[in-house]
């Protein structure tokens, strides 16, 4: 397999532009995660999915942020309006279920760098 | 609430020398604690885990950890460090006691480890 795959490596737009960011999880994983990567916060969880369906999205920062799963091979995560607060590293990550659980041993993207002018 | 800490932002250590990176954490019910390392450009990937059973775990690498309860530590060891080691490691912790269907990881800030030739 290989692996998670995000889309694109790397993003520079201008304040106000909306940006969208792209994620394909490893084939058979029931659970998608998004998190923001800064030096100021660490890595912090935006949101994540349990087959599809946004389960806890309480670490979205604002409605500026939202995101979608489609299906089972694709998730979005958008920002619109973009901020230059909003500059970080986006991750993706999928784990497989267990007895209804992730695993827990999340697999991650390369992640996304986002640069907000 | 779950939480994690890592009192080092960067550990230097020198190449053929122990190493230990420290992780103490919180949690109201059982821990499940792990390690991930991130290489530069990279996402994250799983080094180890402790669910329960022996205080010791091995891992990838070479990397071991060992949980204490007592302490709420969980750091973790290389008995001999390589100049290749030189990365970002977290630790995160999930609370046994989180709702059901919250599977939320808590990481650290990181902890930057520089192996010196």
């Known amino acids: 397999d290989a692996g998670v795959i995000q889309s694109p490596r790397h993003e520079v737009t201008e304040m106000g532009q909306e940006v969208t960011l792209r994620c394909k999880p490893i084939?058979?994983?029931?659970?998608l995660f998004w998190y923001r990567q800064t030096m100021m916060r660490g890595l912090e969880l935006l949101i994540y999915?349990?087959?599809?369906?946004?389960?806890?999205d309480s670490g979205m920062p604002e409605d500026r942020f939202s995101a979608k799963m489609p299906n089972a091979s694709f998730s979005t995560l958008k920002i619109q309006p973009s901020e230059p607060r909003d500059s970080a590293v986006y991750f993706c990550?999928?784990?497989?279920?267990?007895?209804?659980?992730?695993?827990?041993?999340?697999?991650f993207g390369p992640g996304t760098r986002l640069t907000v002018l | 609430a779950q939480s994690v800490a890592q009192p080092e932002d960067q550990v230097n250590v020198a190449e053929g020398n122990p190493l230990t990176v420290k992780c103490t954490y919180s949690?109201?019910?059982?821990?499940?604690l792990f390690w991930y390392v991130q290489y530069p450009n990279r996402g994250l990937q799983f080094l180890l885990k402790?669910?329960?059973?022996?205080?010791l775990v091995k891992g990838s690498y070479g990397f071991e950890a060992e949980f204490n309860k007592s302490q709420t530590s969980f750091h973790l060891k290389k008995p001999s460090a390589l100049v290749s080691d030189s990365a970002l490691y977290f630790c995160?912790?999930?609370?046994?006691?989180?709702?059901?269907?919250?599977?939320?990881?808590?990481f650290g800030k990181g902890t930057k480890l520089s192996v010196i030739p």
């Open positions: 999915f349990n087959n599809n369906v946004p389960i806890d």
């Open positions: 084939s058979g994983h029931d659970y």
């Open positions: 402790y669910i329960t059973g022996d205080n």
């Open positions: 990550a999928s784990s497989p279920a267990v007895a209804g659980a992730p695993l827990n041993e999340q697999f």
């Open positions: 995160a912790v999930r609370d046994s006691n989180s709702g059901a269907g919250s599977y939320q990881l808590t």
């Open positions: 949690v109201s019910g059982n821990p499940y």
